[in-house]
Protein backbone atom coordinates (compact mmCIF):
# COMPACT_ATOMS: atom_id res chain seq x y z
CA UNK A 1 0.00 0.00 0.00
CA UNK A 2 1.26 3.76 -1.35
CA UNK A 3 2.13 5.91 1.77
CA UNK A 4 -0.50 8.10 0.07
CA UNK A 5 -3.22 4.88 0.40
CA UNK A 6 -2.14 4.65 3.91
CA UNK A 7 -2.37 7.90 5.12
CA UNK A 8 -5.82 8.28 3.69
CA UNK A 9 -6.95 4.96 5.37
CA UNK A 10 -5.38 6.17 8.91
CA UNK A 11 -7.87 9.29 8.10
CA UNK A 12 -10.69 7.60 7.72
CA UNK A 13 -10.15 5.57 11.01
CA UNK A 14 -9.47 8.08 12.90
CA UNK A 15 -12.39 9.89 11.72
CA UNK A 16 -14.74 7.07 12.11
CA UNK A 17 -13.04 6.55 15.91
CA UNK A 18 -14.16 10.83 16.20
CA UNK A 19 -17.29 9.94 15.32
CA UNK A 20 -17.95 7.07 17.49
CA UNK A 21 -16.59 8.85 20.52
CA UNK A 22 -19.17 11.75 19.68
CA UNK A 23 -21.57 9.32 19.95
CA UNK A 24 -20.69 7.92 22.79
CA UNK A 25 -20.60 11.21 24.37
CA UNK A 26 -23.71 12.43 23.11
CA UNK A 27 -25.34 9.06 24.35
CA UNK A 28 -23.76 9.77 27.71
CA UNK A 29 -25.24 13.19 28.21
CA UNK A 30 -28.95 11.95 27.24
CA UNK A 31 -28.54 9.01 29.59
CA UNK A 32 -27.50 11.88 31.91
CA UNK A 33 -30.37 14.56 31.61
CA UNK A 34 -32.83 11.57 32.27
CA UNK A 35 -31.09 10.58 35.42
CA UNK A 36 -31.44 14.16 36.60
CA UNK A 37 -34.87 14.83 35.17
CA UNK A 38 -36.11 11.48 36.89
CA UNK A 39 -34.28 12.85 40.28
CA UNK A 40 -36.31 16.04 40.18
CA UNK A 41 -39.44 14.17 39.53
CA UNK A 42 -38.84 12.32 42.31
CA UNK A 43 -37.99 15.62 44.39
CA UNK A 44 -41.66 16.72 43.21
CA UNK A 45 -43.65 13.74 43.79
CA UNK A 46 -42.32 13.91 47.60
CA UNK A 47 -42.18 17.67 48.52
CA UNK A 48 -43.86 19.69 45.56
CA UNK A 49 -42.59 21.61 42.74
CA UNK A 50 -42.94 25.00 44.56
CA UNK A 51 -40.46 22.97 47.79
CA UNK A 52 -38.12 21.62 45.77
CA UNK A 53 -34.60 23.55 45.39
CA UNK A 54 -31.87 22.80 42.91
CA UNK A 55 -29.88 21.97 45.48
CA UNK A 56 -32.88 18.69 46.67
CA UNK A 57 -32.45 17.86 42.91
CA UNK A 58 -28.49 17.71 43.34
CA UNK A 59 -28.59 15.59 45.72
CA UNK A 60 -31.12 13.54 44.45
CA UNK A 61 -28.85 12.96 41.25
CA UNK A 62 -25.87 12.46 43.06
CA UNK A 63 -24.46 15.49 41.49
CA UNK A 64 -23.04 18.93 41.94
CA UNK A 65 -24.87 22.39 41.29
CA UNK A 66 -22.24 23.02 38.71
CA UNK A 67 -22.82 19.86 36.64
CA UNK A 68 -26.88 20.18 37.27
CA UNK A 69 -26.65 23.93 35.23
CA UNK A 70 -24.10 22.18 32.57
CA UNK A 71 -27.23 20.05 31.86
CA UNK A 72 -30.32 22.35 32.72
CA UNK A 73 -30.49 26.08 32.52
CA UNK A 74 -32.96 26.10 35.71
CA UNK A 75 -35.34 24.08 37.92
CA UNK A 76 -38.40 25.37 35.29
CA UNK A 77 -36.28 23.67 32.32
CA UNK A 78 -36.46 20.36 34.22
CA UNK A 79 -40.29 20.61 34.41
CA UNK A 80 -40.80 21.41 31.02
CA UNK A 81 -38.45 18.67 30.06
CA UNK A 82 -40.94 16.21 32.24
CA UNK A 83 -43.66 17.68 30.00
CA UNK A 84 -42.24 17.00 26.80
CA UNK A 85 -41.43 13.77 27.58
CA UNK A 86 -44.58 12.91 28.61
CA UNK A 87 -46.44 14.16 26.00
CA UNK A 88 -44.39 12.98 23.76
CA UNK A 89 -45.04 9.32 25.41
CA UNK A 90 -49.10 10.51 25.18
CA UNK A 91 -48.80 10.95 22.00
CA UNK A 92 -47.13 7.77 20.94
CA UNK A 93 -49.65 5.43 23.00
CA UNK A 94 -52.14 7.61 21.27
CA UNK A 95 -50.81 7.09 18.04
CA UNK A 96 -50.42 3.44 18.73
CA UNK A 97 -54.31 2.91 20.07
CA UNK A 98 -55.56 4.45 16.73
CA UNK A 99 -53.28 2.09 14.39
CA UNK A 100 -54.77 -0.94 17.08
CA UNK A 101 -58.32 0.84 16.89
CA UNK A 102 -58.34 1.40 13.18
CA UNK A 103 -58.04 -2.58 12.65
CA UNK A 104 -61.00 -3.67 14.96
CA UNK A 105 -64.39 -4.08 14.24
CA UNK A 106 -65.13 -1.19 16.71
CA UNK A 107 -62.89 1.71 16.56
CA UNK A 108 -64.29 3.98 19.57
CA UNK A 109 -64.71 1.14 21.59
CA UNK A 110 -60.82 -0.46 21.15
CA UNK A 111 -60.09 3.21 21.97
CA UNK A 112 -62.37 3.33 25.15
CA UNK A 113 -60.26 0.17 26.27
CA UNK A 114 -57.29 1.66 25.69
CA UNK A 115 -57.75 5.05 27.83
CA UNK A 116 -58.49 3.21 30.79
CA UNK A 117 -55.05 1.67 30.40
CA UNK A 118 -53.98 5.12 30.02
CA UNK A 119 -55.72 6.50 33.15
CA UNK A 120 -54.09 3.82 35.42
CA UNK A 121 -50.86 4.42 33.78
CA UNK A 122 -50.69 7.98 34.22
CA UNK A 123 -51.35 7.44 38.24
CA UNK A 124 -47.74 7.58 39.25
CA UNK A 125 -47.47 10.98 36.82
CA UNK A 126 -50.94 12.77 37.90
CA UNK A 127 -49.63 13.93 41.41
CA UNK A 128 -46.89 15.89 39.68
CA UNK A 129 -48.70 16.94 37.03
CA UNK A 130 -51.35 18.66 39.59
CA UNK A 131 -48.60 20.15 41.47
CA UNK A 132 -47.65 21.88 38.34
CA UNK A 133 -51.29 23.33 38.03
CA UNK A 134 -51.08 24.99 41.66
CA UNK A 135 -48.07 26.54 40.33
CA UNK A 136 -49.70 28.50 37.37
CA UNK A 137 -50.69 31.40 39.17
CA UNK A 138 -46.99 31.58 40.36
CA UNK A 139 -44.96 31.16 37.71
CA UNK A 140 -45.87 32.00 33.65
CA UNK A 141 -43.22 29.91 32.55
CA UNK A 142 -45.36 26.76 33.82
CA UNK A 143 -48.45 28.25 32.35
CA UNK A 144 -46.77 28.31 28.61
CA UNK A 145 -45.38 24.79 29.58
CA UNK A 146 -48.94 23.25 30.23
CA UNK A 147 -50.27 25.53 27.57
CA UNK A 148 -47.91 24.10 24.88
CA UNK A 149 -48.77 20.25 26.58
CA UNK A 150 -51.94 20.41 26.49
CA UNK A 151 -52.33 21.67 22.79
CA UNK A 152 -50.06 19.13 22.01
CA UNK A 153 -52.39 16.32 23.30
CA UNK A 154 -55.42 17.62 22.00
CA UNK A 155 -53.74 18.15 18.68
CA UNK A 156 -52.98 14.29 18.40
CA UNK A 157 -56.89 13.50 19.33
CA UNK A 158 -58.18 15.87 17.06
CA UNK A 159 -56.16 13.67 14.50
CA UNK A 160 -56.95 10.65 15.97
CA UNK A 161 -60.78 11.28 15.21
CA UNK A 162 -60.45 12.80 11.78
CA UNK A 163 -58.47 9.29 10.86
CA UNK A 164 -61.11 7.61 12.54
CA UNK A 165 -63.96 9.58 10.25
CA UNK A 166 -61.72 9.01 7.00
CA UNK A 167 -61.19 13.17 7.27
CA UNK A 168 -65.26 13.50 7.53
CA UNK A 169 -64.97 15.61 10.69
CA UNK A 170 -63.70 19.28 10.01
CA UNK A 171 -60.43 20.75 11.56
CA UNK A 172 -63.15 22.71 13.80
CA UNK A 173 -65.18 19.94 14.96
CA UNK A 174 -62.45 17.67 15.68
CA UNK A 175 -60.72 19.93 18.06
CA UNK A 176 -64.02 20.92 19.88
CA UNK A 177 -64.50 17.19 20.38
CA UNK A 178 -60.77 16.67 21.08
CA UNK A 179 -61.00 19.34 23.91
CA UNK A 180 -64.35 17.19 25.06
CA UNK A 181 -62.36 13.89 25.08
CA UNK A 182 -59.21 15.59 27.02
CA UNK A 183 -61.14 17.46 29.59
CA UNK A 184 -62.80 14.04 30.50
CA UNK A 185 -59.79 12.72 30.43
CA UNK A 186 -58.14 14.92 33.07
CA UNK A 187 -61.11 15.13 35.38
CA UNK A 188 -61.30 11.26 35.42
CA UNK A 189 -57.65 11.54 36.63
CA UNK A 190 -57.77 13.77 38.78
CA UNK A 191 -61.24 11.47 40.61
CA UNK A 192 -59.05 8.32 40.15
CA UNK A 193 -56.56 9.96 42.72
CA UNK A 194 -59.21 10.47 45.10
CA UNK A 195 -61.04 7.44 44.71
CA UNK A 196 -58.51 4.79 42.91
CA UNK A 197 -61.82 2.83 41.84
CA UNK A 198 -60.99 1.02 38.92
CA UNK A 199 -65.33 0.08 38.13
CA UNK A 200 -66.01 3.26 38.77
CA UNK A 201 -63.22 4.65 36.53
CA UNK A 202 -64.06 1.93 33.55
CA UNK A 203 -68.02 3.12 33.82
CA UNK A 204 -67.34 6.79 33.66
CA UNK A 205 -65.15 6.39 30.82
CA UNK A 206 -67.30 4.09 28.83
CA UNK A 207 -70.29 6.09 29.35
CA UNK A 208 -68.37 9.63 28.06
CA UNK A 209 -66.52 7.60 25.01
CA UNK A 210 -70.75 6.67 24.59
CA UNK A 211 -71.93 10.44 24.31
CA UNK A 212 -68.87 11.40 22.57
CA UNK A 213 -69.37 8.77 20.02
CA UNK A 214 -72.71 9.96 19.76
CA UNK A 215 -71.93 13.74 19.08
CA UNK A 216 -69.44 12.28 16.33
CA UNK A 217 -71.92 10.30 14.61
CA UNK A 218 -74.72 13.77 14.98
CA UNK A 219 -71.40 15.99 13.51
CA UNK A 220 -71.45 13.48 10.49
CA UNK A 221 -75.07 13.57 9.79
CA UNK A 222 -75.41 16.79 10.14
CA UNK A 223 -72.96 17.88 7.85
CA UNK A 224 -74.10 14.92 5.35
CA UNK A 225 -77.64 16.34 5.43
CA UNK A 226 -76.14 19.62 4.33
CA UNK A 227 -74.03 18.09 1.58
CA UNK A 228 -70.59 18.80 2.85
CA UNK A 229 -69.93 15.03 3.08
CA UNK A 230 -70.32 11.42 1.49
CA UNK A 231 -71.81 8.80 3.68
CA UNK A 232 -69.51 8.48 6.58
CA UNK A 233 -70.33 6.80 9.81
CA UNK A 234 -67.31 6.11 12.75
CA UNK A 235 -67.55 2.51 11.60
CA UNK A 236 -68.12 0.42 14.13
CA UNK A 237 -68.04 -2.33 11.33
CA UNK A 238 -64.66 -1.90 9.95
CA UNK A 239 -63.24 -4.50 7.65
CA UNK A 240 -60.09 -6.40 9.16
CA UNK A 241 -56.90 -4.80 7.66
CA UNK A 242 -54.01 -6.80 6.20
Known sequence: MSPRARSGTTAGLTRAARSSAAGDDDQKKAEKRIAIRRAAYRCFTKQGYHETTVDDICEAADISKGSFYWYYQSKQA?????????????????????????ATADAFKAITAALESEVRRNRRIAPVWLEFFTQVSRDPEIRVGLVSFHERIRSAIARLLIELTDGALVADDSQTLAGLILTSFIGLMCEDLVTADDEAMSTRLRKGMTMIEGLVDDALRTRRSSGGVRDHSTKKARKQRP
Not at 79 to 102: K, M, N, P
Open 78 to 102: IFHSILDTWGAEVEAELRGQLESAL
